[in-house]
T-cell receptor, first 115, second 113 residues
């Protein structure tokens, strides 16, 4: 089966600019996750969708970050305006459902550098 | 709140030697436990998981981990390291109540020829 697809792979922008990332989950996976992975740290959940509804966005900096999953398939994550501390890898993951024994499948991520 | 601690940000072993990566968790109830591997410039790949049942779990690439409730540990082992095992390894815990996956800070495994 095709894995989780993310684009772009790399993005360099200046602070205060905006940027958007795209994710296409594995076909049939109802649950989609966006993680932020800062260099030297483990991934941190930003937002979790169940179909096209938000389940958990408690760690999403809502003043600058936004995400949507229209039609319950693809998702976009946007940052506007970007800050230096947003430099990180943004990982998208999907799972069949949020159940405790369901593994999450990860894309290769988008590496964001803020100048 | 649950958390995950991985002892040692870097572990170096010789090729053919035993690999032991340590993971301890804090939780008031038995959690679900996962080990993921991340190769450079790639996403995370599931190595193995513990949900219920047998406490010794076998995964891909010859790795295994043992859930020890009394020690709140889920250490990852492999009898003989290969050069291809060099990567970053993440332990993660998930609770039934939240379904949120909490990751440790990772351990980078270096394999010396």
């Amino acid at each position: 089966e095709a894995g989780v697809a993310q684009s772009p792979r790399y993005k360099i922008i200046e602070k205060r600019q905006s940027v958007a990332f795209w994710c296409n989950p594995i076909s049939g996976h109802a649950t989609l996750y966006w993680y932020q992975q800062i260099l030297g740290q483990g991934p941190k959940l930003l937002i979790q969708f169940q179909n096209n509804g938000v389940v958990d966005d408690s760690q999403l900096p809502k003043d600058r970050f936004s995400a949507e999953r229209l039609k319950g398939v693809d998702s976009t994550l946007k940052i506007q305006p970007a800050k230096l501390e947003d430099s990180a890898v943004y990982l998208c993951a999907s799972s069949l459902d949020p159940g405790s024994n369901q593994p999450q499948h990860f894309g290769d991520g988008t590496r964001l550098s803020i100048l | 709140a649950q958390s995950v601690t991985q002892l040692g940000s870097h572990v170096s072993v010789s090729e053919g030697a035993l690999v032991l990566l340590r993971c301890n968790y804090s939780s008031s109830v038995p959690p679900y436990l996962f080990w993921y591997v991340q190769y450079p410039n790639q996403g995370l790949q599931l190595l193995l998981k513990y949900t219920t049942g047998a406490t010794l779990v076998k995964g891909i690439n010859g790795f295994e981990a043992e859930f020890k409730k009394s020690e709140t540990s889920f250490h990852l082992t492999k009898p003989s390291a290969h050069m291809s095992d060099a990567a970053e390894y993440f332990c993660a815990v998930k609770m039934d109540s939240s379904y949120k996956l909490i990751f440790g800070s990772g351990t980078r495994l270096l394999v010396r020829p």
